[in-house]
């Protein structure tokens, strides 16, 4: 007993002081000048690799070090040229890419057609198990760099489980120059190389895949500094960008929050400099516009939510369009949209969200709008509903408000039960539809993976297509679609709108808004401009 | 008391190797498949599937995975998350940030309450004492993330006396010490307050008083010393809480800390890195509570570890 206590207690706040003095490290506060700035950031859910990232956390940090072939217009969504100086074909099936010259990688390596081929296979070749490499199915010779025979989820791919390592659609011509063939003809091919599993990949990266994803190498308006785990990643402009538009600002940090709170108090305490999307606390009551002033812009996302409904085969008692029908003229739309989402969605009128070229408003027409009078009719005529209309949703997101609101607006007008149907998460729930387990209706949402109207229809109406979880199918609608591909601008839209005109009597799903985001920003920035994928446009952003 | 510490080490085994099963196991048992969400609303390429669930070997049988996991971590192989950062740097990150925090409450919540404590017990019924009853009888009845929000909010955005956020810096991390020792205070004072009473009518406080002490060095060296017993027992369970229960002021204050790690973790099934986070803090809580144990012959010359 030779310490005394006041020794003791001394021992114990000194440990806390030693700890705070060499704390952890976490964001170096502003640093790096006046010419930088914040922007609020998540954690990517994988690694800094554009193959490998189909979240948005990654997706808004992956975008700015990765420049594709092409770029979509800010503003009107419009593909324009970035890396590409053209990408031509005759028959929607042989497309040639010639690529402008002088672009380099950060590391100072040229861009090359080789660096464009060599990422696109390592992408789609399914050892590497990339998330994207569905991107790359509509290459010719994709089936061959897939594993032969049909395997259980136990078994690691090997190489000797495959054909090939290359597609055989993709030909370098030469440096500037490469051909890819398709294994049918798509007109929107040239709108969907804007995607970031699309773009070219230094000789680094296939070294070692899994250091480079810690450490990226891109060709984009910013380079990567540094990404401290949990709390932020640091991005400069690249001196040797080759884009028509050069960044305004040096650097930009994403400062990673895991609350939206967090980042909006952050915000208002000009600490960070731009929100992608407000958090719905600030929505409400517009709090935002006296905490902010004008210090916000608003733009139509390319999402468009929907109600699907569980395929035939899993239960026929939602299957009659009249009933569909029914059901969507008895959702008082307007009135959701501005007492639970503030404004911040607007009623849809189509399966196709507007800001894309070929985008037709009133698709759905009447049995989009609310129709009390008519839709007791169309629900007698389909001869009702016997028990609870169950309407299934994952709770770990903002869905709750909305889904009680819809099936009151249902059960008020036709009479019958409706109810909410809670799947914990968005995992579990996605994993259950994905195995037809969910009767009923379920709540859908569709975000463009690129700006085309065939992105709203092919991957998820057309017989057997990845996102059609309704089983939907409709040999006429599958005809357009594939008519459409064949053909080129006006023509190809006339035909995707034919086809979308069709949805309507068969109801597969039923449209029910559309989103805006609404972005804030700080005192210390101006030009914000949000693109039609819900993130912040680096390129236009100035300084104050 | 050497033999004595050994003694609680070795004990500290068996405890550890069974909080990485049970952990292991209940992260398996949770519903969903890990990684059904990843691809928006499609399923996630085959080969994407397999690559995972063999690096993670989730199609195995529960024991099969847990011991092929256990094998890699005694190799010293933590793994990687899904996101492709090794979870040993997760960790080496994020633990720090959550100590440092839970000390710096700890030392609010001491330093406070034991003042607040002592300076009730002197005059019981009396004035102070009524004072500090009523106010930290208000601070625990309101819930923590009211109290973090309205800390956050008015000292933080309005006033703009600390940062909003933690920024990396040990002085943002003062905000959210207060907030989180601020909820234990009331306990600690009052625990203070009633064993100091207790205390105040012992022989030994008699007879120092007797000897003609001066009443300052009664109440500081004979009377509050030996009152800390069961203060610093509290204080020692309550450090383990601190550690992984300040996930809501992680949350808001937004600190990257094991709270905000274990529950994204959860959230994304990463068994391996929930495991080993919470394990840590296990280990932790348990080591912190060997020393409160060997705390108290310092503070009370009768106990004696054999």
């Known amino acids: 007993m030779g310490m005394s206590a006041r020794v003791a207690w001394s021992v114990v706040v000194g440990a806390a002081l030693v700890l705070s003095g060499c704390g952890a490290d976490g964001p170096a506060g502003d640093g790096g000048g006046d010419r930088s700035i914040t922007v609020r950031g998540c954690a990517p859910e994988n690694p800094l690799v554009p193959g490998m990232t189909m979240e948005s956390c990654g997706g808004q940090v992956v975008d700015q070090l990765f420049s594709k072939l092409i770029r979509y217009d800010p503003d009107t969504a419009e593909p324009v040229y970035e890396i590409a100086e053209s990408i031509d074909s005759e028959d929607n099936t042989t497309w040639t890419v010639t690529l402008r010259s002088g672009w380099t990688f950060h590391n100072g390596d040229p861009v090359t057609s080789q660096s464009f081929v060599d990422a696109w296979n390592w992408v789609a070749y399914a050892p590497n198990g990339t998330l994207n490499s569905y991107f790359f199915r509509m290459i010719e010779g994709y089936a061959d760099l897939q594993p032969r025979e049909a395997i259980t989820p136990d078994v690691e791919i090997t190489p000797g489980m495959v054909e090939k390592s290359e597609m055989s659609g993709l030909r370098v011509i030469d440096d500037l120059t490469f051909e890819v063939t398709l294994s049918q003809p798509e007109s929107s091919f040239p709108l969907r190389v804007g995607y970031a599993a699309f773009a070219p990949m230094p000789d680094e990266f296939f070294a070692d895949p899994e250091a480079f994803g810690r450490n990226p190498i891109g060709t984009g308006p910013f380079e990567f500094v540094e990404w401290s785990q949990s709390s932020e990643i640091r991005l400069r402009a690249y001196d040797g960008y080759q884009g028509a538009v050069t960044p305004q600002i040096d650097e930009v940090t994403f400062r990673i929050y895991q609350d939206d709170l967090a980042a909006y108090n952050d915000l208002q305490a000009d600490n960070v400099d731009v929100i992608p999307q407000l958090p719905v606390s600030a929505l409400a009551d517009d709090t935002y516009q006296d905490d902010l002033g004008d210090r916000y812009v608003e733009k139509e996302a390319l999402v468009v939510s929907t109600i699907s409904f569980a395929p035939e085969a899993v239960d026929p008692n939602v299957a009659d369009p009249r009933l569909r029908q029914a059901i969507s003229m008895a959702i008082d739309r307007e009135a959701i949209t501005e007492q639970i989402f503030h404004g911040t969605r607007q009623p849809a009128t189509g399966w196709v969200a507007p800001g894309v070229a070929g985008y037709q408003a009133d698709v759905c027409g009447v049995y989009c709008t609310y129709e009390p009078e008519r839709a007791r009719e169309l629900y007698d005529e389909a001869g009702g509903y016997e028990g609870t209309l169950t309407l299934a949703y994952n709770s770990d997101g903002d869905n709750r408000p909305w889904v009680d609101a819809v099936c009151n607006s249902i059960t008020e007008v036709l009479d019958v039960e409706c109810a909410g149907v809670p799947i914990p998460d968005f995992g579990t729930f996605r994993s259950r539809v994905n195995a037809r387990e969910v009767a009923g209706m379920f709540r859908n949402l569709w975000q463009a993976d690129y700006p085309s109207i065939e992105n709203f229809l092919a991957p998820v109406y057309a017989t057997g297509a990845s996102s059609n979880d309704s089983d939907y199918s409709n040999p006429e609608f599958d005809e357009l679609i594939t008519e459409a591909a064949s053909l080129k601008g006006d023509a190809a839209l006339a035909k995707y709108n034919e086809a979308e005109a069709l949805l309507p009597a068969d109801m597969p799903s039923i449209p029910l808004w559309y989103a805006t985001t609404v972005a804030g920003y700080s005192t210390k920035v101006d030009n914000v401009k949000i693109t039609p994928f819900q993130t912040i446009d680096l390129l236009s952003v100035t300084i104050r | ?306």
């Open chain 2, 1 to 306: 008391m050497r033999g004595y510490a050994l003694r609680r080490l070795a004990q500290m085994v068996p405890v550890v190797i069974g909080t990485t099963f049970l952990i292991y196991a209940m992260m398996w048992a949770l519903p969903g498949d890990p990684l059904a969400g990843r691809c928006g609303n499609q399923p996630c390429p085959q080969s994407y599937v397999n690559r995972m669930t063999e690096t993670y070997n989730l199609a195995d049988p529960l024991l099969v995975q847990y011991v092929k996991y256990l094998g890699r971590i005694i190799t010293g192989d933590l793994g990687q998350t899904f996101a492709g950062v090794p979870v040993a740097d997760e960790l080496l990150h994020r633990f720090p940030v959550t100590i440092q925090l839970a000390l710096m409450a700890v030392v609010v919540e001491v330093v406070l309450g034991v003042s607040a404590g002592v300076l009730a017990a002197v005059r019981p019924g009396g004035l102070l004492d009524n004072l500090v009853l009523v106010s930290t009888l208000a601070v625990v009845s309101i819930p923590v993330f009211v109290l973090a929000l309205l800390a956050q909010t008015v000292a933080g955005v309005r006033l703009g006396w600390f940062p909003v956020t933690w920024d990396g810096s040990a002085a943002s991390l003062i905000l959210p010490a207060f907030v989180l020792g601020g909820l234990s205070l009331a306990f600690v004072a009052r625990m203070m307050r009633s064993s100091m009473v207790e205390n105040l009518h012992a022989d030994h406080v008699r007879t120092a008083v007797a000897k003609g002490l001066s009443p300052r060095r009664v109440i500081l060296a004979h009377g509050a010393r030996n009152s800390l017993i069961p203060v610093v027992t509290l204080v020692g369970a309550d450090f383990g809480t601190l550690l992984g229960g300040a996930v809501v002021v992680e949350m808001i204050f937004n600190i990257g800390g094991v709270g905000e790690l274990i529950l994204h973790s959860v959230r994304d099934g990463e068994i391996g890195t929930v495991t080993v986070a919470v394990t840590l803090l296990v280990v932790l809580f348990l080591v912190v509570n060997l020393l409160v144990d060997l705390v108290y012959p310092l503070l009370d010359p009768r106990i004696r570890h054999a």
